[in-house]
């Protein structure tokens, strides 16, 4: 009565009691405890009674609460060192008093838990979800002693007049603590949210948390917690601390002991309120913005397990095996290098004896062992006038016979070696064009019917090699300026996930991401090793040419001056700088994958492909091959529409259709370009003389197409072309990075084909290194696109619809689909670009005037 007297003197006054936390003697003596209400649950009506009850577990307590009273159930339990329980209180109201909702406070040793109920969650757009039914758990509090006794108490108040009847009940959680690679299953809802300790055993540094769930919706939030009080476990407050991820069936995070100081951690499942976050659907927006939505049923079965990650002995093996792979292709190539060199060795020593000079032996050449004059520049491997083949006798006459080879020999060494000087007295190329005129002019040169590379090789050496030497230093200079704010970008990538928590910036694979200090997925950066190591050796071998084709002009040797495909590795060196860029910048875009650094993994793709296509047509072509600066430029528009499509391209009818037509454009601009071998103008007139063209070859006579094989190729290609086109303005795809280099490549596959078949057909052939280089390639590249249609993560989709895609390691335990795609494919391109440098090495000793031009 006293303290009842006490309490109503003080409410007339208008001061109120502090909050009073009474000895539990104290409080089972006078069996109440007078408390000032907290977390705005406000003041109590004139009449109010405090009464507090000794509770237990286990118990359902069925009340009502009004303003003139409040209750507060008084609770005890033994907390052991050794072992750790975990404290579940669940409420049910009966009636929805939104405007007076009921206030449960929690008191604990170190901490103070509140809630009302009906819970009031919002989602997007300040959309409210009422909740009558909430269940909390506990925080637990670390204790000293062996055993300890804790009291906690569970207050309820209301500022409703009218009655308000609800159901407490607290209960312990079996299996609080999780144990190592032990399923667990659980239920959880938004108004019920699920927490778990866990600690680490000893000898594990590293775990791999795995929440798991039969079904894509509700959307849910996994976090993993220090150990502490409060926890956050509510949809509005999951992502304050800790670190975090959404999820629809599948959800990892890796754990480090080195993280958490009490070497243990809590696993937090929130279930969302809504599943715009997880890709679902967009309710419906109300009206009034303080409109109640009925949340309907979300609960959400879901299970968790803990598994040890792998241990330091294995990122060991895996850096082992990832150099021990590349370093191999070294030490394989010194080996073909070395047998190469020998042979060539007895192959000079067969073809000039010691007691015979060079120029002796190019006199005795002068004419073919059967007394018979060379063959006519269009004879060999050529077509005749009616487009029909030679014969096999004298292609096998003209090809495989090494005296033959140089029949045409017919200057001395003295005169090749002056008119090679004369040659040298302009190193450099201005506007005017530095083909001879009086010999040819070049509209009758380039517009014959049938070419051969020394049609097209007639230009100053040291110009044309100066002028793919650009090559080599803009893309030098394009992968400094572009590499380094990439390099600054990552980095900030990965500091703001690890110092946010927030793993849905980066979409990795998070079954097998294995973290190395800062990096959070070390295996995906490391496998892109072979593309900078392969990268390597390709620059290394083809200085090692290089080196052999100078020593060779310096000592005026025939075949260097006068045979085989020009040769310019300015193009070669920048394919190789290209492919250890594409490595270093993969690598960075694999810190942190993402929808917004996607074009660090795909520029350099970009720019091998069109690098290729270029050398490609370089080698019969090298006096109108596009510059250096023409090139880039296109390489340039194609990442700015790579950029656009990724960005308004999704579903922008708009944008597919000035991109189609583009295309298109570009294809009829290019094929025209290559038809007519650069002699063609883009003015005022040029439609005019399209339709003279298509009136006097067409209409007027009906005359087949004047070069047949490049009008075969060139029409292949529009026709690939034209579908690719359609294919994007119908079906549109998401990923249209992968879209435009699916172009590229089908471009640089249909061209090589075609070399390959016109180089069989004029009559060369293939030598073995080359061959086996083209089927080694066309297997690897094979297996390569099988592991990169795996699909392990998408930045197409949200975070948690990509990490449906997630599955665990495959190789060594360390490495997954995506980084043998990276082992695959570095392969590959490296033995892409062997192809491309050695395929026509069966030319060495062939003069370029009986080389087909195709």
């Known amino acids: 009565m006293v303290l009842r007297n006490y309490w109503k003197s003080r409410h007339k006054s208008g001061r109120f009691p502090t909050l009073c936390w009474i000895r539990p003697g104290l409080a089972a003596l006078f069996g109440f405890c ?48 050794n072992k750790t329980e975990g404290v579940r209180v669940t409420v049910d109201v009966l009636q929805q008093q939104l405007e007076s909702p009921i206030l449960f406070v929690i008191r604990q040793k170190q901490a103070v838990m509140s809630f009302q109920v009906p ?93 798991n769930s039969d079904v894509n919706f509700p959307c849910s939030v996994m976090s993993v917690q220090d150990i502490q009080c409060p926890v956050y476990d509510l949809d509005n407050n999951v992502a304050f601390i800790g670190m975090y991820q959404t999820m629809t069936k599948k959800g990892a995070i890796t754990v480090q002991r080195k993280d958490f100081p009490s070497n243990s951690f809590y696993v937090v ?64 190539t010194l080996l073909v290098a070395c047998v190469e060199n020998k042979r060539m060795k007895r192959r000079e020593v067969f073809e000039n004896p010691p007691d015979m000079s060079p120029a002796e032996t190019a006199s005795l050449l002068g004419k073919n062992g059967d007394g018979k004059t060379p063959a006519s520049p269009y004879e060999y491997g050529s077509f ?125 694979n998070f079954l097998c991401a294995h973290p190395l200090g800062a990096l959070s997925a070390f295996n995906n950066i490391l496998s892109n090793l072979g593309y900078v190591m392969l990268g390597l050796l390709f620059l290394l071998i083809v200085l090692q040419r290089d080196v052999m084709n100078h020593r060779a002009l310096v000592r ?29 910048l993969s690598a960075c875009y694999h810190v942190c994958p993402n929808y917004t650094n996607f074009q660090f993994d795909t520029s350099f793709m970009y720019m091998i492909a069109g690098l290729c296509m270029l050398k490609l047509y370089q080698k019969r072509h090298p006096d109108i091959n ?134 069989l057909r004029s009559g060369e052939r293939i030598k073995c290194l080359p061959l086996v280089c083209i089927l ?14 795996q699909g392990l993560s998408t930045w197409q989709k949200t975070p948690a619809e990509s990490r449906e895609h997630n599955r665990d390691c495959i190789l060594l335990s360390f490495f997954d689909d995506h980084d043998i795609w990276h082992f695959l494919s570095s392969i590959a391109m490296f033995g892409s670009f062997l192809v491309l440098l050695t395929m026509d090495d069966d030319l060495d000793t062939v003069q370029r005037d009986k080389i087909y031009v195709f």
Request: overall charge neutral; hydrophobic content about 40%.
């Open 34 to 81: 007078v408390t000032q209400l907290v977390c705005g649950a406000g003041t109590v009506g004139e009449h109010a009674f405090v009464v507090q009850k000794d509770a237990e577990f286990d118990v359902t307590y069925n009340d009502t609460v009004t303003s003139e009273n409040q209750t507060i159930y008084a609770f005890n339990h033994t907390i052991s060192r």
């Open 119 to 211: 819970l009031i969650l919002r989602g997007l757009y300040q959309r409210k979800y009422p909740y009558k039914h909430v269940g909390r758990t506990l925080c637990q509090p670390p204790t000293r002693a062996a055993s300890e006794t804790q009291y906690f108490f569970v207050d309820v108040s209301t500022l409703s007049s009218q009655g308000t009847n609800y159901q407490l009940r607290v209960s312990r959680v079996e299996s609080f603590t999780l144990q190592t690679d032990k399923k667990f299953s659980f239920t959880a809802s938004p108004s019920q949210p699920q927490f778990f300790k866990y600690v680490f055993p000893d000898g594990v540094d590293t775990v791999i948390v795995k929440v």
């Open 269 to 332: 499942v929130v279930v969302k309120t809504e599943d715009e976050a997880c890709g679902g659907p967009l309710r419906f927006y109300p009206l009034r913005p303080d409109t109640l939505i009925d949340a309907g049923n979300r609960t959400k079965d879901l299970n968790v397990v803990v598994s040890p990650a792998i241990n330091s002995e294995k990122y060991v093996i895996g850096m082992l095996f990832c150099l021990g792979i590349f370093l191999s292709f070294y030490v394989l």
């Open 384 to 508: 005749a006038d009616n487009g029909s083949t030679l014969s096999s006798e004298a292609i096998t006459d003209s090809a495989t016979s090494t005296d033959n080879n140089y029949g045409y020999m017919e200057r001395s060494l003295d005169s090749v070696a002056r008119s090679r000087q004369e040659s040298l007295s302009s190193v450099e190329e201005d506007d005017y064009d530095t083909l001879g005129d009086i010999d040819s002019d070049k509209n009758i040169v380039r517009t014959k019917k049938y070419l051969c590379v020394a049609d097209l090789a007639r230009k100053d050496k040291r110009v044309l090699s100066k002028k793919y030497q650009i090559y080599f230093w803009n893309i030098a200079t394009i992968a400094v300026f572009y590499a380094l704010p990439v390099i600054q970008l990552v980095i900030t990538y990965q500091t703001v996930v690890n110092v946010t928590g927030n793993q849905d910036i980066c979409y990795y």
């Open 556 to 584: 005026n040797d025939l075949s260097a001056l006068e045979c085989g495909i020009p040769k310019h590795f300015g193009v070669y060196y920048a394919m190789g700088t290209a492919l250890m860029m594409e490595g270093l």
């Open 626 to 759: 596009a510059s250096a600066y023409t090139a880039y430029a296109c390489l340039a528009a194609v990442i700015f529409f790579s950029v656009l499509g990724v960005v308004f391209g999704r579903g922008n009818t708009v944008f597919w259709i000035v991109f189609s037509v583009i295309h298109i454009l570009a294809t009829l601009l290019l094929s025209t370009q290559l038809y007519y071998m650069g002699r063609w103008r883009l003015d005022s007139g040029v439609l005019r003389r399209i339709v003279y063209v298509i009136y006097t070859d067409c209409i007027r006579q009906c005359s087949g197409p004047m070069y047949i094989d490049r009008m075969v190729l060139l029409v292949m290609g529009n026709i690939v072309n034209w579908s690719l086109a359609a294919y994007g303005l119908i079906v549109r795809p998401n990923d249209f990075a992968s879209y435009l280099l699916a172009i590229g490549i089908c471009n640089l596959l249909l061209y090589f084909a075609f070399y390959i078949i016109m180089k």
């Open 776 to 789: 080694f390639t066309a297997v690897v590249w094979g297996f390569a696109l099988y592991f990169f249609f």
